[in-house]
């Protein structure tokens, strides 16, 4: 089925172990962005990417790095992992806007991180 | 600075009630997307507003676009227990590649 598809589902680290989420999709999509959903803090954007090889930072990005080598992968790293990471965290993508208009992120199922 | 304020932050309803939720900012935006959220699954895309004054209908939930274009509201007809969830609306920027800002959502709960 066409979708973003992220792994693992679930998964605990010790505190200064690293990791990287996976995130693909097979939409052909340009646009692909990473957030971490907290209680009572919303979705909050941690990198985008607007096409293979272009990545910016969002709102959060400390402790995350991100690399976009081709249109349909977009894995998110943690370098040193921290307990202020334990969160669940989204991929979704998007085509370009059309006229500056997007019209829709599709979402991945998420990976809920838990750091010890 | 929260761009986008959703209110309530929690609703629970009875079966068939009606409600309506809320997304408001002071600044203006060229469209703006709605989502619903289900415990332990991504946020769905339901609909995307862009022309001021514009409503959108999809079975029992209608939306609709400010005038303006700083505010839209997610009006739920005979509510049925299906349609709990974490209703979100959110904004995308240009200058972070379009990217989404979320709200921090509103949580309808429906009973029987």
């Known amino acids: 089925n066409a979708g973003v598809t992220q792994t693992p589902k679930f998964q605990v680290l010790k505190t200064g172990q690293s990791m990287t989420l996976q995130c693909a999709q097979d939409?052909?999509?340009?646009?692909m962005s990473w957030y971490r959903q907290d209680p009572g803090m919303g979705l909050r954007l941690i990198h985008y990417?607007?096409?293979?090889?272009?990545?910016d930072q969002g709102e959060v990005p400390n402790g995350y790095n991100v690399s976009r080598s081709t249109t349909e992968d977009f894995p998110l790293r943690l370098l040193s992992a921290a307990p202020s990471q334990t969160s669940v965290y989204f991929c979704?993508?998007?085509?370009?806007?059309?006229?500056?208009?997007?019209?829709?992120?599709?979402f991945g199922s998420g990976t809920r991180l838990t750091v010890v | 600075t929260q761009l986008l304020e959703q209110s309530p932050q929690f609703l629970s309803i009875q079966e068939g009630e009606n409600l309506t939720v809320y997304c408001n900012s002071s600044?203006?935006?060229?469209?703006l997307q709605w989502y619903r959220q289900e415990p332990g699954e991504g946020p769905v895309l339901l609909v995307t507003?862009?022309?001021?004054?514009e409503v959108k209908k999809l079975k029992r939930l209608t939306f609709q676009f400010g005038d303006a274009r700083k505010d839209s509201s997610l009006h739920i007809t005979a509510a049925q227990p299906g349609d709990t969830g974490l209703y979100l609306c959110?904004?995308?920027?240009?200058?972070?590649?379009?990217?989404?800002?979320f709200g921090k959502g509103t949580s309808l709960l429906v009973t029987p």
């Open positions: 979704a993508s998007s085509y370009s806007a059309s006229r500056g208009i997007n019209y829709g992120y599709t």
């Open positions: 939409m052909n999509h340009e646009y």
């Open positions: 990417s607007v096409g293979a090889g272009i990545t």
């Open positions: 600044s203006v935006f060229s469209s």
């Open positions: 507003v862009v022309t001021g004054g």
């Open positions: 959110a904004v995308v920027t240009s200058n972070s590649g379009y990217a989404l800002n």
